[in-house]
């Protein structure tokens, strides 16, 4: 069964960092790009980043560029996206989910205290 698995999220204070794995399994995502998402208490789901299926080429929101990187471990059977998160802030808050291939992970809560 394809799926995708989130995990690292967590309770971190501003300006402190962390790092979330997506991992794929079933053979989910080995030809496509992933992509992280989130979403705020109250807002919609917003982009926040995404790596090719080769791992040469990512695009990152202008929300998080320069604190947030994304990378991908495709040389492992398990096929993991990582979101490296740095210099948070409260406005980070929310769920984060990765996505690859139409499918969607249950989301790990990411929560930023100030």
């Known amino acids: 069964q394809e799926q995708l698995v989130e995990s690292g999220g967590g309770l971190v204070q501003a300006g402190g960092s962390l790092r979330l794995s997506c991992e794929a399994s079933g053979g989910t995502s080995s030809n496509f790009g992933m992509n992280w998402f989130r979403q705020a208490p109250g807002k919609g789901r917003e982009f926040v980043a995404s790596?090719?299926?080769?791992?040469?080429?990512?695009?990152?929101a202008d929300s998080v560029k320069g604190r947030f990187t994304i990378s991908s471990d495709n040389a492992s059977a398990k096929n993991t996206v990582y979101l490296q998160m740095s210099s948070l802030k409260p406005e980070d808050t929310a769920v984060y989910y990765c996505t690859a291939s139409g499918l969607w992970g249950q989301g790990t809560q990411v929560i930023v205290s100030s």
């Open positions: 790596i090719n299926a080769n791992g040469d080429t990512t695009l990152v």
